[in-house]
């Protein structure tokens, strides 16, 4: 048995580990690592206080997901540009698990997501994330943009509803019948957050645009309020109500009480296997999704940076990263792909920067979280909307549905409703096995079992094949060996093929030669197939002969013992010479 790589090779060294190698880390590169990591975390700042509102928890939770993840992923990770912190595709699920769990269920479902995601690291697993097919991922983020934008609505128009339906249809409900109740001051604060975000990404794409459009905008909320609040409205010509909805705009200090300016203690909670039982579905689905999106992120790192990550080690960096964010008190996370991308774009050369993402928050909530009390949530619900979109990508959802094939559209329209009508959770096991399902159709589709005895005595006798004898050409004539050709993988979706093969000979041949030259690999269940026709062959006075094996196809039949079942004498590399015994 091969050993663990955790242990053993350098496949599962952190990307830290090199700093100290090639040439060494220098003054100049710790400057534009504390720029970049600077910037990211000026950008993060809004972003993980939203994420964390939108999915059930308080803007201090995605603060300190986003420093305790943030950090594990960068110190430990296989990338060298990866931040970590929440993103918007586990507001859903993290919505869900608190809606039936509670807290103390999503810190369950973090830990044991974690411990899944370094569990998929140590076996190797992380090559295997990476081909989850596009329709299944698309059909899931285009869906969870949809409720991201679903669960922003309330707080963008101020809406007067007490408690938002987890339901989608049901949410949707709740809005039309308090649309009467829009709060025009919190829609216009909405408004004009989104209006200079795009504004900014449009004409100072470098600027954070998030965080500017958050800072302008509670800036100006906050003077508003303090020119207002000593002023008699009537006399100075501004409606008492516009005055009013000014002044009663929800922030983030009058539904939460504020940001705390300490940071949290570790908090190991009291976990049990009922506890596991019952919240595993859900750490199942956060360990896939923080796979996909935490690898993808990785890719897109790489193809910027022209660097190559290491999927293993990176998926144990972000297990440690979520097991340490659920110890101290903290929410989900992955890497998140738009601050990895402006990490890079900011100039950083290694994970240094992401460490410095992390203490620049930490400086945040020790120095300004006063500050960041006064943020309107429907400023930081703009923020979240304009995600969504992004998430959503309605685009190329639309061209997969006119261009692609009518297989790839069934699977992403169904992940898609799943995730919107039903639960991630499902959407993805269920978009996962759909898609397994087809690409077994599809290689079911292009493998073949045929007979090729009228082509190759062409063959033969024109001399495309070296010069045989006479009594092999008339052998094949007289139809005493047929030969039959098996194209594509050999797995259990084509052995069915091989089974009926016998049934439908006219006569019965002395000798059948099976060429197996494309046959790029077989599974144990087509090497099942194979000993039945054996079997039957035998039965029927026939003689097998298998020539032309690749290398996995012939290892494979030597290790399973079908070899020595089928007599050595009987497996031949040659067509020529098998055609002749």
Known sequence: MRPLKLFHGEDLIPRTA??????????EMFGKDCIAGIIV????????????????????????TAIIAGFCISAFGGS????????GAFVVIIFNVISVYGMAGLIAATVLAGIILVLMGVFGLGRFIKFIPYPVTTGFTTGIGL??????????????????????????????????????????????????????????????????????????????????HNVDAPSEGIPLVLVQQTLEIETIATRFGGIPSTLPVPDIPALNFTVFREVFPAALSIAL?????????????????????????????????????????????????????????????????????????????????????????SCLSAVLIIVSLDMS??????????????????????????????????????????AVFLFMRRMVEIADIRMENDELIAHLAYGDIRERTAQSIQALSSKDTDIFEISGPFFFGVADMLQNTLRHLSKTPKKIILRMRSVPAIDSTGI???????????????????????????????????????????????LEDAVEV
């Open 18 to 27: 090199e700093l100290g190698r090639r040439g060494g880390y220098s003054f």
């Open 41 to 64: 975390g000026i950008v993060a700042l809004p972003l993980s206080m939203a994420f964390s509102i939108a999915a059930g928890g308080t803007p201090a939770q995605g603060l300190y």
């Open 393 to 434: 990508n309605v685009p190329r959802f639309i061209r997969i549905i006119r261009t692609a094939p009518k297989s790839d559209v069934s699977v992403l329209i169904t992940t898609f409703l799943l995730t919107v009508l039903v639960d991630l959770s499902y959407a993805v096991v269920v978009g996962v096995l759909l």
């Open 289 to 377: 999704l923080a796979a996909i999106e935490s690898l993808l992120s990785a890719v897109v790192a790489d193809g910027m940076s022209g660097d190559r990550h290491n999927s293993n080690t990176e998926l144990i960096a972000q297990g440690v990263g979520n097991i340490a964010s659920a110890i101290f008190g903290g929410i989900p996370a992955t890497g998140a792909i738009a601050r990895t991308a402006t990490n890079i774009k900011a100039g950083a050369v290694s994970p240094v920067a992401g460490i410095i993402h992390a203490a620049t928050l930490t400086l945040f909530i020790l120095f300004l979280s006063p500050a960041a009390s006064a943020i309107p949530l």
């Open 147 to 228: 409720l991201i934008f679903s669960q922003q609505i309330k707080d963008f128009f101020g809406l007067n509803i007490e408690k938002s339906s987890p339901d989608f249809i049901s949410k949707w409900m709740e809005h039309i019948q308090a649309a009467g109740s829009i709060d025009i001051v919190t829609l216009i604060t909405g408004l004009l957050t989104m209006a200079i975000i795009l504004i900014v990404r449009r004409c100072a794409p470098r600027t954070p645009a998030a965080a500017t459009g958050v800072l302008v905008v509670t800036a100006l909320v906050t003077l508003l309020k303090y020119a207002l």
């Open 80 to 87: 060298r540009f990866q931040i970590g912190g929440p993103t």
């Open 528 to 574: 099942a197939a194979l000993e039945s026709f054996l079997m039957n062959c035998r039965k029927q006075k026939i003689r097998l002969i298998l020539t032309e094996c690749g290398t996995q196809p012939k290892a494979a039949l030597i290790k399973a013992g079908f070899i020595d079942i089928l007599g050595a004498e009987n497996f031949i590399d040659s």
